[in-house]
């Protein structure tokens, strides 16, 4: 968990009370307090939050292991939205591992950067993107190390030598040598460069331990600047860096730890009421706390191990520290992989004796604590990898849902299905929006309820589903719904549900086309409105998506070599791709004989028995030229065969 200087405020109790979601993306009561939750599109490494687009409004951003970036933009009530992905283009071929936010050229906005290594080459890298006016500019990679692979595993942008300027902090190892030396990194910035960029001085690495896992930038001394505290997992030591003022580390105290836990997580504050700032450390193996009371000038005296997690919680993740019970003590706050997150009150003792526990979804990775919808309380916010959502807990007072669609790619001139989404933390009985597209691209035919929707409300249907699809071409289209359900049952709080399937026909366009499609006001009302369990009407905030129409490629299944023709070559092609013999093909969609949407040694097997057994032909589309029942599956470039 990385510590940002801001004001600590009051987070509303309730939060931490017990939390039952349900089992499934269907219905059922209304539970205490619900997550509103936030897809990404990617498997979360990292995930921050900032103001991307310098709207004053707070932005989800998130990072997966390839460098692509997902940006959520707040609605102002802490929902969010409109998301955009950014491609990092090539290069990235390692792992990432850390996402960081701040002001590297000191020109009021947010900056982002990842860290990132390739497995076995030379470097490690931190990649930033520059915010020019709201948009991130293209990757600039800036190498760690030119004589060894030195891996980035924790991230942190921060002014370390008081020049207005955010440096860049990260603990990095060396992972290919014995042990796995770690060290502090620090390259300083040195503002911004004409053309565009940022020009920082060269690394600097303070040696120490081994696999380092956190690092956290805090004024542990009181001298004004930012001090740096490293956990390091394997080589089992907590260690403190004093900072000279101008960004210049020197180690100055180290605990090992010779019971093992192996160390993993840090968050700061004043744990004892002294006055004095001290650091709480989470463990990986054991998991537990350990408090590291500071002496204020940088050395550090280890208690006891507080058990915390028990079997099958999983792993604990990274922590998470606030007042949350406002008796002046920050708290800790301890999430689990299997999906537990368990809260550890201190009562001034830094003992952390009374315990809370809410079930979330799987995976969480860490807990911040943020004014998400500027209420003035605190918000819990997780990300969660395996589900590819972040979820913010605000409390129960704050009841709020939207309408969603995902980016999607459908194929030029043929049907296609369109989800409207829709999530609340409250569970949701009745709604109504509208949808805005452009006719001339997609032109709907229809809007039926969902899955969800039919099993939630049983055979019968919703009691209410009015549509008016439109005509002309600035109509939206229009949806009133109401499920009919008994009071506290509806779609589900704290996931996202299917509210509706929008069927188009898309045009057959020449060449890619993108084009938006997004909710709005429903029936000339003038917002977007969700019928809430126990609540009563609501407004909706409303994320548009772009879908991406694309140009299917005609071509013949199993006709891996382009030729026109199916014989023996064909399987031996597909099997010298596959084994890495051959360079990979531009259609596998053709390399893809049975037509199951992977290429696999089984396409071989399907040409080979289908010309010498009397097997079951290719799939379509053969023995002619066509495009696929489903063309997006896999990508095909144009074929010499298929003119």
Same mark, same amino acid.
């Given at each position: +968990? ?16 017990l &939390?039952?979601?349900p ?9 205490? !307090? ?6 990404t599109?990617?498997s979360?490494?990292?995930?921050e ?14 990072? !997966?292991?390839?460098g692509?970036?997902s940006?959520s ?6 929902s969010?939205g409109n998301r ?7 290069g ?7 996402l960081?936010?701040g002001?590297?050229?000191a ?5 982002v950067?990842f ?9 490690g890298f ?6 020019? @006016?709201?948009t991130?500019?293209p ?5 760690l190390d030119?004589?060894?692979n030195?891996?980035?595993y924790?991230?942190v942008?921060?002014?370390?030598? *008081? ?17 796995q ?17 940022v ?13 380092a896992t956190?690092?956290l930038?805090?004024? +542990? ?8 505290? =490293? ?5 089992n ?8 003022? *101008? ?37 990986? +193996?054991?998991k537990?706390l350990?408090?590291?009371?500071? %002496?204020?000038?940088l050395?550090y005296?280890?208690?006891?191990? #507080? ?9 604990m ?14 708290d &800790?706050?301890?999430p689990?992989s ?15 004796e009374?315990q ?15 004014d ?9 916010? =997780? %990300? ?6 972040? $979820?913010a807990?605000?409390g129960s007072?704050?009841v ?10 459908v194929? @030029? *001139?043929l049907p296609a299905? #369109? ?8 569970? &949701? ?7 805005e597209?452009?006719r001339?691209? =997609? #032109?709907?035919t229809?809007?039926?309820p969902?899955?969800e929707?039919?099993? @939630?409300?049983g055979?019968?249907?919703p009691?209410?589903?009015?549509v008016?699809l439109?005509?002309a071409?600035?109509?939206? /289209?229009?949806?009133v719904?109401?499920?009919?359900l ?21 045009? =057959?366009?020449?060449?890619? $086309?993108e ?36 140009v299917?490629?005609?071509? /013949?299944?199993?006709d891996? !070599?382009?030729?026109?023709?199916? !014989?023996?070559a ?6 010298r ?9 531009t259609?596998?969609?053709?390399e893809?004989?049975?037509g199951?949407g992977?290429?696999? /040694? ?23 030229? %066509?495009?696929?029942p ?5 990508p095909c $470039?144009?074929?010499l065969?298929?003119?």
């Open positions: +968990m990385k510590d940002n200087p801001r004001t600590v405020l009051k987070v509303q109790v309730l939060v931490l009370l &939390i039952h979601l089992a499934s993306g269907s219905w059922g009561q209304v539970p205490t !307090n619900s997550p509103i939750p936030t897809p599109s990617i979360i490494r990292d995930g939050v900032g103001d991307i687009d310098g709207d004053g409004v707070l932005d989800l951003i998130a990072v !997966n292991g390839q692509w970036l940006i933009h707040g609605f102002g009530n802490g969010h955009i992905l950014i491609d990092p283009g090539p990235v071929e390692g792992l990432v591992r850390s960081a936010i002001d590297l050229d020109d009021g906005d947010s900056d950067a860290a990132w290594a390739t497995p076995s080459d030379p470097g931190i990649s930033i993107h520059i915010n020019e @006016a709201g991130l500019g990757r600039l990679d800036i190498p030119l004589q060894v030195r891996t980035p924790d991230l942008l921060a002014d370390v030598d *008081g020049d207005g300027r955010d440096d860049i902090i990260c603990c990095t190892n060396i992972l290919d040598v014995t042990l030396p770690a060290s502090l990194t620090v390259l300083r910035s040195l503002g911004s460069v004409s053309g565009g960029g020009l920082f001085s060269a690394p600097e690495h303070t040696e120490f331990s081994s696999l956190d690092i930038a805090h004024d +542990m001394d009181g001298d004004g600047d930012l001090d740096v505290l =490293m956990a390091c997992r394997d080589g030591t907590f260690s403190a860096f004093r900072n000279d003022g *101008g960004g210049g580390f020197t180690l100055a105290s180290s605990i090992f730890f010779p019971l093992l836990p192996h160390p993993y997580s840090l968050v700061g504050g004043d744990f004892t009421g002294d006055g004095i700032e001290d650091a709480v450390l989470g463990t990986w +193996m054991t537990s350990i408090l590291l009371e500071g %002496d204020g000038n050395g005296t280890a208690g006891l191990e #507080i058990p915390v997690g028990v079997l099958g919680w999983g792993v993740q990274r922590l998470g520290s606030a007042d949350l019970d406002a008796d002046g003590a920050p &800790i706050t301890a689990f299997g999906g537990v997150v368990a809260t550890r009150f201190n009562g001034g003792d830094a003992k952390f009374n809370a526990l809410f079930s979330s979804y799987q995976g969480p990775l860490q807990v911040q604590f943020i998400l919808d500027a209420d003035g309380s605190l918000d819990l916010l =997780m %990300d969660h990898s395996d589900l590819e959502v972040f $979820t807990f605000l007072q704050n709020n849902g939207y309408f969603h669609f995902e980016p999607q790619r194929s @030029a *001139g299905t #369109i989800p409207l989404q829709v999530a609340s933390n409250r569970a &949701i009985e009745g709604f109504e929006v509208g949808i597209l452009d001339s691209l =997609m #032109i709907p229809s809007l039926d969902s899955a929707v039919m099993a @939630a409300t055979p019968a249907g009691l209410v589903w009015i008016d439109g005509s071409a600035g109509d939206a /289209i229009q949806l719904a109401n499920l009919g008994p009071p506290g049952f509806g779609l589900g709080a704290g996931i996202m549900n299917d509210a509706a399937e929008l069927s188009v026909d898309v045009a =057959m366009v020449p060449t890619w $086309t084009t938006s499609i997004a909710p709005v006001a429903g029936f000339g009302s003038p917002a977007a409105t969700l019928q809430l369990s126990g609540w009563g009407i609501v407004e909706a905030s409303l994320s548009q998506a772009l879908i991406s129409i694309e299917p490629v005609p071509f /013949i299944r199993a891996a !070599n382009d030729n026109g023709i199916i !014989n023996i064909d399987a031996v092609v597909v099997l791709r596959l084994f890495g013999i051959d360079a990979p093909g259609c596998l969609a053709a893809d004989a049975d199951d992977v290429t696999d /040694i089984g396409d071989a097997i399907r040409i080979v028995t289908y010309l010498f057994s009397g097997g079951i032909a290719p799939g379509a589309p053969f023995p002619g030229c %066509d495009i696929a489903d063309p997006l599956i896999l $470039t144009a074929r065969s298929c003119p």
